[in-house]
């Protein structure tokens, strides 16, 4: 039975995203693929991350799950607090609704 010999030094890999062969050392390790490096390339990834953070609805996103964690886990605030967020919450939930009624 023949098996593939994984190198772990392995010198070159090419990336899923740009199809581009880079050094190693260009791409962010990761303990879950098979040979201990992530599959896209540490430039995409970064590219990936700029463009997920630009982005207005991940943005919203990302602020409502904050809030939400605060507001689970914040249990010593204040009732004011927390009504605060509350309303922040459903101001900016409106407002996607009123982005996305707009685009109808
Ligand atoms: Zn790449």
């Known amino acids: 039975m023949r098996k593939t ?4 030094d392995q010198q070159t890999k090419v990336c899923s995203n740009c199809r581009t062969e880079k050094e190693a050392s260009r791409f962010h390790c990761n303990r879950r693929t098979a040979d201990g490096l992530s599959s896209w390339c540490k430039q995409c990834n970064r590219l990936a ?12 996103k990302l602020s409502v ?3 939400l ?7 010593k605030r204040s009732r004011e607090k ?7 919450l ?5 407002e996607a609704i009123e982005r996305v009624q707009e685009q109808n």
């Open 5 to 8: 010999v994984h190198h772990p």
């Open 49 to 60: 991350n700029q463009r997920y953070r630009n982005d207005e609805r991940n943005q919203l």
């Open 65 to 67: 799950k904050k809030l």
């Open 69 to 75: 964690r605060k507001l689970v886990h914040g249990r």
């Open 82 to 88: 927390r009504l605060q967020d509350l309303r922040y």
């Open 90 to 94: 459903a101001r900016l939930v409106n």
